[in-house]
C-alpha cells in the first residue's frame, strides 16, 4: 500500500533536487539516458540532473531492489526565447516505473532538469533520468478529467497520472503515440474505434483540433469527432469517432 511521504522525506528530496539541478547546468546532454543515480539502505535516497538543448520527452524512472513504494520530486526549468518557466511535481509510485517529466513550454529551447526519489522502506534504489528526440510529448484531457491514453492497440480513458501510456505529440496533424499514429480503425466512420496503427498518413489518421476543442477526423469530410462514448467516467472505454456535436465528452486538451 502506498504511504504518504513524511516532512522530513520532502525535505531530503528538496535538498537532493537542488543539488541535481545544479549538477545538471554544468553539461548539455543529448537525446538517450541522461543521469542516473544509486542509493541503498533505510529510506535511501538519490538526485541527479541534466541540462538539455531542444528536448523532445523527458523520463523519469525508478527502480528498487525489492520492488517497493518510492516517492519522487521532480523539476523542469525551461527557456523558450527570452522567457524561463518552471514546472514541478511529486509522485508516490511502486518501483519499477516510468513517467513523463512535463515542459512548461510546448517546445522549449532548453531545460535543466532535475529529479530524486526516496525509497519508504529499506533495499536499492536508482532513479534515471532520459530524453526523447523529437517533439515533446504530453497529456490529451478529456471529460471526467479523463486523459487519452494507449492500452495495446486500443485507445481508452484513463486517470491522468502522466503515465508514459497517456504521452501524445501532433505531428503534421497526427497524434503520436511511441510512434504510431491514433486511428478511425479501418476507417470505419461514425462510431468507429479509436486505435494505434503504423502511420501513414492517411485522412484516417489525421486530426484538427478546432476552435471548440474537438478533435475532428479528416476523413469523412470532416464530420467525426473523437469521442468518450457516453460520457462514460471510469478508466479503460475505447475511444471512438462520433458526429461533431460540441458537447462535453468530445472536448480534449491540446497535447
Known amino acids: 500500500m502506498m504511504q504518504k511521504f513524511s516532512r522530513v522525506t520532502a525535505c531530503l528530496l528538496t535538498g537532493l533536487l537542488a543539488a541535481g539541478a545544479v549538477a545538471g547546468s554544468a553539461a548539455v546532454a543529448s537525446a538517450g539516458t541522461l543521469k542516473s543515480c544509486t542509493a541503498s539502505g533505510a529510506n535511501a535516497a538519490c538526485g541527479t540532473g541534466a541540462q538539455v538543448k531542444s528536448p523532445g520527452t523527458l523520463t523519469v524512472t525508478v527502480t528498487s531492489s525489492p520492488a517497493q513504494a518510492v516517492v519522487v520530486a521532480w523539476n523542469d526549468t525551461c527557456t523558450q526565447g527570452s522567457s524561463t518557466k ?56 478529456g471529460f471526467a478529467n479523463l486523459c487519452a491514453a494507449a492500452s495495446g492497440t486500443r485507445v481508452v480513458t484513463a486517470a491522468c497520472t502522466n503515465a508514459a501510456s497517456e504521452q501524445w505529440a501532433s505531428s503534421h496533424g497526427k497524434l503520436v503515440h511511441h510512434g504510431a499514429c491514433m486511428s478511425d480503425k479501418g476507417n470505419a466512420g461514425n462510431g468507429g474505434k479509436v486505435v494505434l496503427a503504423r502511420c501513414t498518413g492517411a485522412a484516417s489518421q489525421v486530426w484538427t483540433r478546432n476552435s471548440h476543442a474537438e478533435y475532428v477526423l479528416k476523413a469523412h469530410g470532416g464530420t467525426l469527432c473523437l469521442t468518450d462514448p457516453g460520457s462514460a467516467k471510469k478508466n479503460g472505454t475505447q475511444l471512438v469517432v462520433a458526429t461533431c456535436r460540441n458537447t462535453a465528452n468530445q472536448h480534449w486538451s491540446a497535447p
Open 86 to 141: 518552471q514546472q514541478k511535481g511529486t509522485f508516490t509510485v511502486t518501483a519499477p516505473a516510468t513517467r513523463v517529466i512535463p515542459h512548461p513550454f510546448a517546445k522549449p529551447d532548453q531545460c535543466i532538469v532535475a529529479a530524486a526519489g526516496a525509497l519508504v522502506g529499506s533495499g536499492s534504489l536508482k532513479v534515471t533520468l532520459a530524453v526523447s528526440a523529437g517533439a515533446a510529448s504530453h497529456v490529451i484531457k
